[in-house]
Every structure is written in structure tokens, then in C-alpha cells.
């Protein structure tokens, strides 16, 4: 092969390479961790109790949001969980204890995830500080302290 011929087929190669690569990033075709998505999040909702003291706490604070989506470390992403429905409902009301996150996004996109334990979410295995700093925002607006129930 001539040098020139070489010259040719390697700059190709890179030239193709990164015109992939753009393609990729521009439509977003690799898969993106959950915890990546759950960071762009705008507001927080928050449904706790029983069916029978169901309350909703709604964090719309952009610090207060900043400062749950911080505390949010993602250790496992299980991409196959077929747990519960992040809502168990009977005529609109909760039917058990539960605690319900709901996650808003720009563009009125958002994502629903049941708090089973401290660590669980969903089909997510996260951090314990983000059960405690959750504890910590929803007693804030409540006015007292608050458990989730998870304890």
C-alpha cells in the first residue's frame, strides 16, 4: 500500500469515527443512567402515609432541589425491575402505606417511583442520605419532624 493510500484510509477512519460519535451524542442513542435523568428534575413531589392520612408534599424550591438531587447517589440501576406500580389505588386513594416520588421535568415529562425502603426506589438502589435528606425537606414544610415510615 502507498503512503499516500494509507494517509487516505486513516483519516477516513477518524473522520468517520467522529462523525459517528456526533451522531450519537446529537440523537442520543447510548443509554443514559437513571441517576443522570432524575438530576434534571425541576420539582418533587412527595406522597406519604395511609390510606387514611394520605399527605402530598410538593418541593418546588430550586435550592431545596438542588440540594435532594445532591444527596441522590445511585448504586444499582436494574434495568429488568418488575416491582409494584409506583401507585396502588382504590378510588383514587392509597391502599397501604407507601411513599410515592414523583419527579417533574422541563417540558412536562415526569417519572413516578415508589419508595419501599430507605435505600430502594423504585427499581433503584440509592444512597441512605437521600432517604435522610428527604426526611429532612418534607419536615421543613410540615413544620415538625417526619418519618416516612421506612425506618
Known amino acids: 500500500m502507498h503512503p499516500r493510500t494509507l494517509a487516505i484510509v486513516i483519516a477516513t477512519c477518524l473522520l468517520g469515527g467522529i462523525a459517528m460519535r456526533l451522531v450519537i451524542v446529537h440523537f ?3 443509554p ?11 420539582t418533587i413531589s412527595v406522597g406519604y402515609g395511609t390510606s387514611m392520612d ?16 445532591a444527596a441522590l447517589r445511585v448504586h444499582e440501576d436494574d434495568h ?24 417533574y ?3 412536562g415529562e415526569q417519572r413516578n417511583y415508589e419508595l ?20 429532612d425537606i418534607v419536615a421543613r414544610h410540615q413544620g415538625q419532624g417526619v418519618d416516612l415510615g421506612l425506618r
Open 116 to 135: 419501599s425502603s430507605t435505600t430502594t426506589l423504585g427499581g433503584l438502589r440509592v444512597d441512605h442520605g437521600f432517604y435522610d435528606k428527604l426526611c
Open 80 to 103: 429488568y425491575y418488575y416491582g409494584r406500580p409506583a401507585r396502588s389505588m382504590v378510588g383514587g386513594v392509597p391502599v397501604q402505606r407507601q411513599t410515592i416520588i414523583d419527579f
Open 54 to 69: 394520605f399527605k402530598t408534599v410538593h418541593i418546588t424550591d430550586p435550592g431545596e432541589v438542588s440540594e435532594l438531587l
Open 32 to 42: 443514559v443512567s437513571e441517576e443522570a435523568v432524575l438530576k434534571n428534575a425541576r
Open 28 to 30: 442520543g442513542l447510548l
Open 105 to 107: 421535568f422541563p417540558g
